[in-house]
Nanobody, 127 residues
Framework: QVQLVESGGGLVQAGGSLRLSCAAS????????MGWFREAPGKEREFVAA????????YYADSVKGRFTISRDNAKNTVYMQMNSLKPEDTAVYYC????????????????????WGQGTQVTVSS
């Protein structure tokens, strides 16, 4: 089992940057594929980015491709998401998620693919 705690959210102007972190406690972090999702008011939770347990494979939603970068440091039990060129439509609560997998190159892009979730961190982008 793993517990996830997100941090790094905040208020930023359009065009600015933020880096989200998700710290995991528990054993065997390197055996979990990780993902970031977001949920805006009145909308369903949507996929943002995912990374395989080795970090060798990444996948992004079209809406963030080229602006966001997901990465992980298995020695620190942490996954990151660097968000650049932020837009007002990026405003949402951002959640990280973990999925135990035996496949080193696998990632998941749907909420149902994940077993564990953090509590979320608010990102607000002003115009």
């Amino acid at each position: 089992q793993v517990q996830l705690v997100e941090s790094g959210g905040g208020l930023v102007q359009a065009g600015g940057s933020l880096r989200l972190s998700c710290a995991a406690s528990g054993r065997n972090f390197s055996r979990y594929a990780m993902g970031w999702f977001r949920e805006a008011p009145g909308k369903e939770r949507e996929f943002v980015a995912a990374i395989s347990r080795s970090g060798g494979s990444t996948y992004y939603a079209d809406s963030v491709k080229g602006r966001f970068t997901i990465s992980r440091d298995n020695a620190k039990n942490t996954v990151y998401m660097q968000m650049n060129s932020l837009k007002p439509e990026d405003t949402a609560v951002y959640y990280c998620a973990a999925k135990y997998t035996v496949n080193s190159g696998t990632y998941y892009d749907t909420p149902s693919g994940y077993d564990y979730w953090g509590q979320g961190t608010q990102v607000t982008v002003s115009s």
